[in-house]
């Protein structure tokens, strides 16, 4: 493998890297943004229709929400192993991880179709298969559509990061990263850590409310 | 051999969220009235505290790396106050059907 | 000159300029879509100004008006007034003047590129095969589920052309933040970069909100989902807080790069350094955060909150200040300087003193009584085309003559210049300042046929329009020229300052040789530079 140059705009690797962090928190940024929209969405209607939005949150499948929750939780702890281990060049390692979170990545993916076909059934897609009933149903239908614009964008994004991870994947193993070397590996990292930040937040905006009633 | 080892604050924190996963599950079948959702945002950010400073490094950047992560969530924490303050003042919030004329 | 080899003879192929991370060329492929949209947007503005010329509307149906102001708008704010002098000027010059030799993300610079023109190009075709009737604000309902119009194809367009804001924004930021040349601390950059940087924090800020909102609506519209439909338990204020939370932001993007721009002309043409850099450089980040407090002006009478009026309208007061503070320390920098009205002068001199008009009518406005009364009417229609017409657009003229030279490497005729810039501002006040009064007198925005006691204002507008058509005809005409006939132009035409101009003009591909190091604070005019730049 030869020794990787620096690009033409950058004095040399280590700025490079540097700058390549700082891009990706700053797409971050926007992500954070763009994903606000929605909560605004979701805490403007929730203050609106506290107990409709509770019972609509109580009919979400907290088995399968959790269950998904760990399998992120553990993705993300097998990238940060990854990216770790990449710069002190155990690159073939490394990419098993990679491929190893991408494949929890799929996981999750399947696990959310299971449960987007259970929530289809019971008729609970807003706008194309909604039944509810009752003074709740306005509150109902608002809940679940944001629950499968928010849950469906995040799928988007996790499937994208799986692609990512295979390939970042494909490179480490053949040795391309390395401590002076990294910021494809580490940006790469960055993005999946997010994606797995926004579950968290909608994990406990979407699963956790009104159980206790 | 043991270069691709985890480091133990990785693995920790790989416990500590699993740990705080299910606490948050376990606190949500509490009967704690307006306290479930701040228990359950307050645990959120605490898992989302880890991933952030150990995952994503962030505890070992400078601080312009600190403050463009936060800049994010800061700004949307303004638009969910300056926002949410209309929607909370205000008396005919949501607004119901239209009037039939 | 010519013969040297520089970005523009490097390859002339057609695949080296489509595939280019020359952020030079990227510059130069901007200036070409942005121009075309201007072009396009222009031609809906004169048709609007055609219709109202009689009070009953001769030309055009209420539904065809209602596509030609839509039209107007969105290809206005989004394709021409966003990118503007950030994508145009600001792609080329910002590496030049940090000392850089690209901007920290070429391809992704790039990549901005084609997701504007794609994103216009959808816009567009949504526009010819039917046009959008919604106007540029696409309030709910009516958009999500009243609207017969091409909603779900123009969103489209404008997510995508987003996400080039988006870019061009992250790019900027990293470049300005880690590619400065060494000694170029940050109380050493031009004021343009400042104004830019706080420009860069707006597009990455607020953008992605735009991009939620369009979705929503286009899955409100797809779907049936209802999320903003007050008969199915949503609420239209949802959307227009989270419409104008960008939107607001927006019209400081539209407006900050021009305010960059003014200053550096008014201090290259005071020979003077900026009064009070410090001051300035801040109010530009003043105004790009406390531009996120306000946006609820836009919505006094929506609906929401008496306590969220209340306090949409203190922070609008607020953000006035900093805008204010601009205005009072270019005029400082002009007094007792040396100064020449060369047509970048002449442009910045109109900024100066429009923006000041437009931006007092934005206080009226931020006055809840009086808003109650002006809102809806031609007196906000006047108020924002003074900031952005008669502020930005003349900024990016001004800008663009300052820095054409060093673009193209020809100067342009300087008489045509200074004539075309006077017919601008002459045309320009004709056609808004009558609207004002109009909007006073009630006449209320978006209508076609209008009582006819408003006729005179309105035949005046439209003549001032015809003015206003032929000065922005004139620069197409002479830079067309130029870049053929024009004299050549030397490395520093103005004899300014700043390190863009250490170059030769145009510049080589990699902009500098060996990095330039930077000893002295910007704007280091002397009087023998005045001495030089008045015998030249």
């Known amino acids: ?213 | 051999m043991k270069r691709w080892y985890p480091p133990r604050v990785l693995v920790f924190s790989w416990a500590g969220l699993l740990a705080l996963l299910a606490l948050t599950v376990f606190g949500a079948y509490q009967p704690l009235g307006a306290f479930n959702t701040a228990l359950a945002l307050t645990i959120a950010v605490c898992k989302a505290l880890i991933v952030v400073s150990i995952f994503m490094e962030l505890r070992e950047r400078n601080a312009l790396t600190i403050a463009f992560a936060s800049a994010g969530f800061f700004w949307l924490a303004i638009m969910l106050w300056l926002a949410l303050a209309d929607f909370v003042t205000r008396p005919n919030f949501p607004p119901g059907p239209p009037p039939l004329t | 000159m010519s013969s040297d080899r520089n970005y523009l003879t490097a390859d002339n192929s057609l695949r080296s300029w489509l595939f280019t991370t020359d952020h030079k060329r990227v510059a130069i492929l901007y200036f070409i879509g942005i121009t075309l949209f201007f072009f396009i947007g222009g031609a809906a503005a004169t048709m609007i100004r055609l219709e109202l010329v009689s009070p009953q509307g001769h030309f055009f149906t209420s539904d065809v008006y209602n596509r030609l102001f839509t039209m107007h708008g969105v290809i206005m704010v989004w394709f021409f007034l966003i990118p503007s002098i950030p994508a145009t000027l600001g792609n080329f010059v910002v590496p030049l003047m940090i000392g850089a030799r690209d901007l920290a993300f070429p391809r992704l610079n790039l990549t901005s590129w084609y997701l504007f023109m794609i994103g216009g190009l959808i816009t567009l075709y949504a526009i010819f095969a039917g046009g959008l009737d919604t106007g540029w604000t696409f309030y709910t309902p009516f958009s999500t589920m009243y609207s017969n119009s091409h909603v779900v194809l123009a969103v489209t367009g404008i997510f995508i052309a987003g996400f080039s804001s988006i870019l061009t924004g992250l790019n900027f930021i990293v470049t300005i933040h880690r590619l400065r040349a060494p000694g170029l601390t940050w109380y050493r950059l031009p004021l343009f970069l400042w104004s830019l940087y706080a420009t860069a924090a707006i597009l990455v800020l607020a953008t992605p909100v735009l991009a939620m909102t369009l979705l929503l609506v286009a899955l409100d519209r797809f779907a049936g989902i209802g999320i903003f439909d007050p008969a199915r338990g949503g609420d239209p204020l949802l959307f227009q807080h989270l419409f104008w939370f960008y939107s607001h932001p927006a019209v400081y993007i539209m407006i900050l790069p021009g305010m960059g721009v003014v200053s550096e002309l008014v201090s290259c043409f005071s020979r003077k350094a900026v009064f009070g850099y410090k001051f300035v450089a801040w109010s530009a980040i003043a105004i790009a955060v406390v531009g996120f407090f306000v946006w609820g002006h836009h919505m006094f009478v929506s609906g929401q909150s008496a306590y969220a009026g209340l306090t949409f309208s203190f922070m609008s007061f607020v953000v006035a200040v900093p805008s204010a503070i601009k205005v009072f320390n270019w005029t400082a920098t002009m007094h007792k300087g040396w100064v020449t009205f060369d047509a970048p002068m002449l442009y910045a001199l109109g900024f100066i003193g429009l923006f000041t008009i437009g931006g007092l009518t934005g206080l009226f406005l931020a006055c809840l009584a009086f808003d109650v009364y002006a809102t809806d009417t031609y007196f906000v229609v006047a108020h924002f085309h003074y900031i952005m017409v008669g502020g930005m657009v003349t900024a990016y003229f001004g800008g663009l003559h300052y820095w054409w030279p060093k673009i193209t490497g020809r100067m342009y005729p300087e008489y045509w210049a200074r004539a075309a810039a006077i017919v601008i501002f002459f045309g320009f006040n004709m056609t808004f300042f009558p609207q004002f009064i109009l909007g006073i007198l009630g006449m209320p925005r978006r209508y076609h046929v209008y009582p006819p006691e408003f006729q005179i204002w309105h035949v005046m507008s439209s003549t001032g329009a015809s003015i206003l058509a032929v000065g922005y005809l004139l620069p197409l005409l002479y830079l067309g020229w130029s870049l053929f006939f024009g004299r050549r132009a030397p490395a520093n035409p103005w004899h300014a300052t700043g390190l863009e101009w250490q170059t030769p003009s145009p510049p080589p591909e990699y902009n500098f040789e060996t990095m330039p190091v930077v000893k002295r604070a910007p704007y280091q005019y002397t009087l023998k530079g005045r001495e030089r730049a008045q015998n030249a």
């Open chain 1, 1 to 213: 493998m030869h020794e990787p140059q620096p690009a033409m705009q950058f004095v040399d690797l280590r700025q490079q890297n540097d700058v390549a962090q700082l891009g990706m928190w700053v797409f971050l940024a926007t992500e954070v943004l763009f994903f606000g929209g929605l909560i605004l969405a979701y805490s403007a209607y929730r203050i609106g229709y506290s107990s409709g939005f509770a019972q609509a949150a109580a009919r979400t499948e907290i088995a399968i929400g959790t269950a998904n929750t760990a399998v992120l939780l553990t993705s993300s702890f097998l990238v940060a192993w990854a990216v770790l281990i990449a710069r002190q060049r155990e690159g073939r390692i490394a990419g098993l991880l990679l491929w190893g979170a991408a494949l929890l990545g799929l996981v999750f993916l399947a696990l959310k179709g299971i449960e987007y076909s259970i929530e289809y059934r019971a008729h609970l897609l807003p706008g194309l298969s909604f039944a509810a009933s009752g003074p709740q149903a306005q509150a109902t239908h608002l809940f679940f559509a944001f629950y499968f614009i928010a849950t469906g964008l995040h799928a988007v994004h996790v499937a994208v990061g799986i692609v990512v991870l295979v390939v970042i994947g494909i490179r480490a193993r053949q040795g391309a990263y390395s401590e002076r070397y990294h910021a494809p590996i580490t940006v790469a990292g960055l993005y999946w850590h997010f994606v797995d930040v926004v579950w968290i937040f909608l994990f406990a905006l979407i699963y956790l409310p009104g159980r206790s009633s």
